[in-house]
């Protein structure tokens, strides 16, 4: 299988942000916690063995468990980060969830599943690990994540010197997700995308922000030469031209899409078979003749 993305290089672009944490860095992170929160929050269930996959920081683990609809979480990551200190922390690459058959009732993967090499294979194992009825809940950007960077980073880059490398990562869209789900085995699969767009002063900000989220490019096929000040400088300017609100800030999109499933069960609910209608669909859609005035 190809290694898309290189998990050693997150190991150390995590710690570089753990070291070098600025507050406020891990917005994006806080508010996709929030909203997973708040999805858990309308689901008539207690969960007594969660567990968080693969999110770095414990943020909505935590806000989870302030709903009052779940027992204390165990967490699975490739590497330590503050606030995983003495809670049930289990090491493993991003690909791998190292969970026996059934054990969980509640999985949760916050900003995880875009940097698996193999997105079907995590999926099947936690559909695996989840007990009958079990649920899970995953938040990813999707397609047109940061397309403006993208797009300025690759004009500036093909502008000043002919060719152009990948310095944005590729993202999957909403119907990719949702067919994985069904792939791996998950009953009632939903997904659905929410439109976060963020302003910046101008692109370094935004650089700092994903630097200090530990969200910088981890592809393998990279150029391993650093892009020079003159084309960062030149990006900057292009991502202001096309990319700018009237008042001069720039805009950065973070399309987030949410993702559900459970592991089957008996008692949900389950499609008719084919054939066991009652009623033909034609006569339930025919409307009813009316008589004109006279």
Not at 34 to 44: G, H, K, Q
Not at 130 to 147: M, S
Not at 234 to 252: H, L, N, V, W
Request: glycine residues 8%; aromatic residues 6%.
């Amino acid at each position: 299988m190809d290694q898309l993305f290189d998990h050693a290089l997150l190991r150390q672009r995590r710690e570089r942000a753990r070291v070098g944490f600025q507050p406020g860095a891990d917005f994006l992170v806080r508010r996709v916690a929030e909203d997973m929160a708040e999805r858990l929050s309308v689901v008539a269930r207690h969960f007594d063995q969660p567990v968080q996959l693969h999110g770095g920081l414990p943020l909505a683990a935590d806000l989870m468990q302030a709903t009052g609809k779940t027992e204390k979480f165990s967490f699975i990551d490739c590497c330590q980060m503050p606030g995983l200190e003495g809670r049930g922390l289990t090491l493993a690459p991003p690909d791998l969830a190292p969970l026996e058959p059934q054990s969980v009732d509640l999985a949760i993967s916050p900003l995880a599943l875009h940097l698996t090499n193999d997105t079907p294979g995590i999926l099947v194992q936690l559909r695996r690990a989840l007990k009958p009825d079990g649920l899970l809940l995953a938040a990813t950007p999707g397609a047109g994540t940061l397309a403006e960077l993208r797009e300025a980073l690759l004009a500036a880059e093909s502008e000043l010197s002919g060719g152009a490398n990948a310095r944005v990562h590729p993202f999957a869209d909403i119907r990719d997700y949702g067919g994985l789900l069904q792939r791996a085995g998950f009953a009632l699969p939903v997904t659905d995308i929410e439109e976060v767009v963020v302003r910046y002063d101008d692109m370094f900000a935004l650089l700092r922000d994903l630097r200090g989220m530990g969200m910088t490019s981890i592809l393998s096929d990279r150029s391993r030469r650093p892009g020079h000040k003159a084309m960062f400088l030149r990006a900057a300017e292009i991502y202001a031209e096309r990319f700018s609100d009237p008042d001069g800030r720039i805009r950065a999109s973070f399309p987030v899409i949410h993702l559900s499933g459970w592991a089957p069960h008996e008692s949900q609910q389950k499609p008719l078979k084919p054939g066991s209608a009652k009623a033909r669909l034609a006569d339930a859609l025919k409307a009813p003749e009316q008589k004109l005035p006279r």
